[in-house]
């Protein structure tokens, strides 16, 4: 009876810590806010500096721009078919382009510099996902999904892997490549740790990041997988898929953001503090303001 107790008191006192954290990232009564419905399907979610978004509608080939005035724009009209997106140091908007299966920098102005052709000769999977690494060091996923657009039905490269990309290199390396579908991708503003989620396994793991820019000391962050992913200043990790799921540091749930479409893809924080969470869903894109800070 004595254990019994003790577990319910356990389990209430989880649950209280659970809410409580939940109600310090957010206000809880409140509910994303809806900015517009008018797209194919929403990914790649990004912020500048300034805090402006930009965004992709990949079965539309654009990207676009959600300014910190609330204003929505085109920002590139034939987009490659760009997937992930994460701003480089210089203000470029480095694209998984799936057109061709590239990777690509986008300036300022739209000027387009491709970054990664193939691999050894290869042509590449499909690159989803990409996180930028503060010295400019750039890790990207590959997973197969097949696309009306592609003049090929099965892929060239055995295996869906994880890519490095050195800086001023453009010869990607396999850092990853024992996961079934390798999908969201982020790492620590430090450039100390990254975490990849195999979406198909549906497990989300936490890499140390060497000098060499090699990936060491794999370890099972959560079981669940991803397709984007992001950060907060806490070290908070945020998943995508059915709505946005937080957790903290030590791979504890703390928070579960319903959003009422049938797949969240992809979110960042932004605005000029970096305090508002922007949420790609389907056909929509949703904001939600929040109590702490984004790093991207």
Not at 39 to 59: H, I, L, R, W, Y
Not at 205 to 222: C, E, M, Q, R
Not at 233 to 239: D, I, M, P, Q, T
Not at 261 to 284: M, Q, R, V, Y
Request: net charge neutral; proline share 4%.
């Amino acid at each position: 009876m004595k254990y019994q107790k003790f577990v319910f008191a356990f389990l209430l006192n989880y649950c209280a810590i659970s809410v409580a954290s939940a109600q310090q990232l957010y206000d809880t009564t409140a509910k994303p806010k809806l900015i517009s419905k008018q797209f194919s399907f929403t990914e790649g979610a990004s912020v500048d500096k300034a805090g402006n978004v930009f965004f992709t509608d990949q079965p539309n080939n654009k990207i676009w721009e959600y300014n910190g005035d609330g204003k929505l724009s085109v920002f590139m009209e034939d987009a490659l078919h760009s997937n992930g997106t994460y701003f480089d140091s210089k203000g470029n908007l480095v694209s998984c382009a799936e057109t061709k299966d590239q990777l690509i920098a986008i300036s300022p102005k739209g000027k387009v510099e491709v970054l990664a052709n193939d691999y050894d000769g290869h042509r590449l999977n499909g690159p989803n996902d990409i996180w930028v690494a503060p010295n400019g060091n750039i890790y990207f996923t590959d997973p197969y999904y097949q696309r009306d657009f592609w003049d090929r039905k099965k892929p060239d490269i055995d295996g869906q892997n994880v890519y490095f990309l050195a800086k001023g290199s453009d010869k990607p390396v396999i850092v990853v490549s024992d996961m079934k579908k390798p999908n969201g991708i982020v790492g620590t503003p430090d450039g100390k740790y990254l975490y990849i989620a195999d979406i198909e396994a549906n497990k989300t793991y936490k890499y140390t990041i060497a000098p060499d820019g090699s990936l060491a000391d794999k370890k099972l962050f959560v079981e669940q997988g991803s397709d984007g992913m992001t950060l907060d200043e806490r070290g908070n990790v945020y998943l995508t898929g059915n709505g946005v799921i937080i957790y903290n540091p030590q791979g504890v749930k703390i928070a579960h953001i319903k959003i009422d479409e049938p797949w969240t893809a992809n979110l960042c924080f932004c605005g000029k503090n970096k305090d508002h969470l922007f949420i790609t869903a389907s056909k929509a894109i949703y904001i939600l303001h929040m109590n702490v800070k984004g790093v991207e």
